[in-house]
């Protein structure tokens, strides 16, 4: 149980990756500032993180269950937290989907809608207003760069993400009033089961429905330019943590955070030109005229990240 003094964090989708790494960070806080509650779906994958955590686990990290896709879920959970007082809430559970969307079908989008949308939908109807009453609270969102720019063949993903970001736009301005802060933070690619979790999906799928042409594009530039940019500009989990707390222990938390220096280029060509032909045709450029040799998109995204843009990141350092 947490005690006096002590913020009680909730994060969802503890069973790998970011929002492990979070929990772990914050639960072996050296000054035990943090009463952490992981919660994942199946409880069954709580190994990893029970072993990361170490002596933290039982004293300042607790696990429950909770699924972002399931109301009674996400109740249940909730109203198990001791006077249902969260401090800090961390929206982390995500699920991606990569592919020509004429070959996808409907109802895999609508899971990653009702994952990464309707699943932080939940979370806030049932956490914000005990935070409205209390007047006090901190709200997260793991979003994604793909939440303020698309990249072709990441359509439903990166819509279902700037869904989440408006959603919270207009959140972030209501709960100004009663002192609850709203930050989303926004890494590039980050090196955890997601981007194996999309390559299985992908040699799964025949894409039926897509034509040779497209799919030629998405097998041939993009899928071998989306393994560069992990390999090349893929930032750790732990480094997305480090910002996180950053974030949540700042005296002034920004609404927007970029965690990755390296993409600040690629969101702020989209401000440079507002009829967004400038970056429609860049990135356009990088796919397919460039995306083909060897890591050059990685290259120039690291010569355009120099100087002052990198001061626009929150930097995990
Ligand atoms: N990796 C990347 O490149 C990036 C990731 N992100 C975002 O970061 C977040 C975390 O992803 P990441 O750690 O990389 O990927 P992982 O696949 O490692 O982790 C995703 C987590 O979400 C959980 N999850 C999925 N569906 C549900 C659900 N219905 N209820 C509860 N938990 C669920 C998974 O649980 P289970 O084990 O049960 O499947 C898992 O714990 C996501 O929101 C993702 O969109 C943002 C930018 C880049
Ligand atoms: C193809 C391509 C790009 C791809 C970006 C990708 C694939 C980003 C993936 C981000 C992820 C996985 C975020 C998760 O939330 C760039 C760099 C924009 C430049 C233009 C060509």
């Known amino acids: 149980m947490a005690t006096?003094?002590?913020?009680?964090?909730?994060?969802?989708?503890?069973?790998?990756?970011?929002?492990?790494?979070?929990?772990?960070?914050?639960?072996?806080?050296?000054?035990?500032?943090?009463?952490?509650?992981?919660t994942m779906r199946d409880l069954k994958r709580k190994d990893k993180l029970v072993e990361a955590a170490g002596d933290a686990y039982?004293?300042?990290?607790?696990?429950?269950?909770?699924?972002?896709?399931?109301?009674e879920s996400v109740k249940?959970?909730?109203?198990?937290?001791?006077?249902?007082?969260?401090?800090?809430?961390?929206?982390n559970a995500g699920v991606g989907l990569v592919g020509p969307i004429e070959a996808l079908s409907l109802d895999d989008m609508k899971q990653?809608?009702?994952?990464?949308?309707?699943?932080?939908?939940?979370?806030?109807?049932?956490?914000?207003p005990d935070m409205k009453r209390r007047r006090s609270g901190h709200i997260l969102v793991i979003s994604s760069v793909l939440g303020l720019h698309g990249v072709a063949f990441n359509d439903i993903y990166s819509a279902s993400k700037f869904a989440t970001e408006g959603l919270c736009e207009g959140v972030a301005i209501q709960l100004l009033k009663f002192n609850?802060?709203?930050?989303?933070?926004?890494?590039?690619?980050?090196?955890?089961?997601?981007?194996?979790?999309?390559l299985t999906d992908v040699s799964k799928k025949e894409f039926a429905g897509a034509d040779a042409e497209t799919l030629d594009h998405f097998r041939n530039c993009y899928l071998p330019t989306?393994?560069?940019?992990?390999?090349?500009?893929?930032q750790t989990p732990e480094?997305?943590?480090?910002?996180?707390?950053?974030?949540?222990e700042s005296p002034r938390p920004p609404f927007r955070n970029l965690?990755?220096?390296?993409?600040?280029?690629?969101?702020?060509?989209?401000?440079?030109?507002?009829?967004?032909?400038?970056?429609?045709?860049?990135?356009?450029?990088?796919?397919?005229?460039?995306?083909?040799?060897?890591?050059?998109?990685?290259?120039?995204?690291?010569?355009?990240?120099?100087?002052?843009?990198?001061?626009?990141?929150?930097?995990?350092?």
């Open 112 to 128: 990653v809608f009702e994952t990464n949308f309707f699943g932080v939908v939940r979370m806030l109807k049932e956490v914000m």
């Open 4 to 38: 006096e003094g002590q913020k009680v964090v909730l994060i969802t989708g503890c069973s790998s990756g970011i929002g492990m790494a979070i929990a772990v960070r914050l639960a072996r806080d050296e000054n035990k500032r943090y009463y952490v509650i992981a």
């Open 259 to 317: 965690t990755n220096p390296l993409y600040t280029p690629i969101v702020a060509l989209k401000y440079a030109d507002e009829t967004r032909s400038l970056s429609v045709h860049t990135f356009y450029h990088m796919l397919y005229n460039l995306g083909g040799v060897m890591n050059v998109s990685v290259r120039i995204m690291k010569f355009l990240s120099g100087g002052w843009l990198r001061r626009r990141t929150i930097s995990p350092i």
């Open 76 to 91: 249940q959970c909730v109203d198990s937290v001791k006077d249902r007082h969260i401090d800090i809430l961390i929206n």
């Open 239 to 248: 480094e997305i943590a480090k910002c996180t707390q950053k974030v949540i």
């Open 180 to 198: 609850v802060t709203v930050s989303m933070i926004e890494p590039g690619p980050v090196n955890t089961e997601f981007e194996m979790k999309l």
């Open 58 to 71: 039982g004293r300042t990290l607790s696990l429950l269950t909770l699924d972002v896709c399931s109301d």
């Open 226 to 234: 989306q393994v560069n940019l992990f390999q090349g500009l893929g």
